[in-house]
């Protein structure tokens, strides 16, 4: 199946300093990504969905300062986190959906981000 | 917005026993349904999904879901279970036109030997 590389796959940053995160397709084209959080024992929360060559769209209740995305070709999507607080701490999925119709988006291996 | 439930959220079984967790959605128009696998520190995987055609989807390991429409559910089923089956499974659909995926909350299946 399709690859995504998410890196870094942990990272610790200090307080009030930005982090970024990678996300490449590895063996496709992906027009769409997604970047996702996952609380502890909590399901996937959808933070924005990112489109090649435009702006990404936030979801309700993300601050887009805070968690920009940038989505400058096919195969790649970051995510920085910026001014990182202990509360940013959780670990960030991104998924890449491919531009042809009728396929899954395929998932990173996800980061899990320390705030400390 | 579409909406995701799964009413089960940690399911213990024995191996050899039978298992279906449950997925209802909310929307009313055309759906893309999914369901994945988080196996203990690894990333999620598509244990199988519904695009059209044949409500009755088959899967990877054994797993098999049913889309009924009339009950916006898409159930997941593995006749037997086994000790490897432990992990987390999150349903999810995708509706027409869109392209984010929403997903449930999660189900953790822990399978004893």
């Known amino acids: 199946g399709a690859v995504v590389s998410q890196h870094p796959s942990r990272v610790i940053c200090k307080s009030g300093t930005s982090v970024k995160i990678e996300c490449r397709s590895l063996?496709?084209?992906?027009?769409?990504m997604f970047w996702y959080r996952q609380f502890p024992k909590k399901s996937l929360m959808l933070m924005a969905t990112?489109?090649?060559?435009?702006?990404?769209?936030?979801e309700q209740g993300v601050e887009k300062d805070k968690f920009l995305i940038n989505h400058a070709s096919l195969t790649l999507s970051t995510l920085t986190v910026t001014s990182a607080h202990p509360e940013d701490s959780s670990f960030y999925i991104c998924?890449?959906?491919?531009?042809?119709?009728?396929?899954?988006?395929?998932f990173g291996q996800g980061t899990r981000l320390t705030v400390v | 917005a579409q909406s995701v439930s799964q009413h089960n959220h940690h399911v213990i079984l024995s191996e050899a026993a039978s298992l279906e967790l449950g997925c209802n959605y909310s929307?009313?128009?055309?759906?893309?349904l999914f369901w994945y696998v988080q196996y203990p520190g690894q990333h999620l995987q598509l244990l199988l999904k519904?695009?059209?055609?044949?409500?009755l989807v088959k899967g990877i390991k054994g797993f098999e879901a049913e889309f009924i429409k009339s009950k916006f559910s898409f159930n997941l089923r593995k006749p037997s279970v086994q000790w490897s089956d432990t992990a987390e499974y999150f349903c999810?659909?995708?509706?027409?036109?869109?392209?984010?995926?929403?997903f449930g909350t999660g189900t953790k299946l822990q399978v004893i030997p």
């Open positions: 998924s890449a959906l491919p531009w042809t119709e009728n396929t899954e988006a395929f």
């Open positions: 063996d496709f084209q992906a027009t769409t």
């Open positions: 990112s489109n090649e060559g435009s702006k990404a769209t936030y």
């Open positions: 929307y009313g128009g055309t759906v893309n």
């Open positions: 519904y695009f059209s055609g044949d409500p």
């Open positions: 999810a659909v995708r509706t027409g036109g869109y392209q984010k995926v929403t």
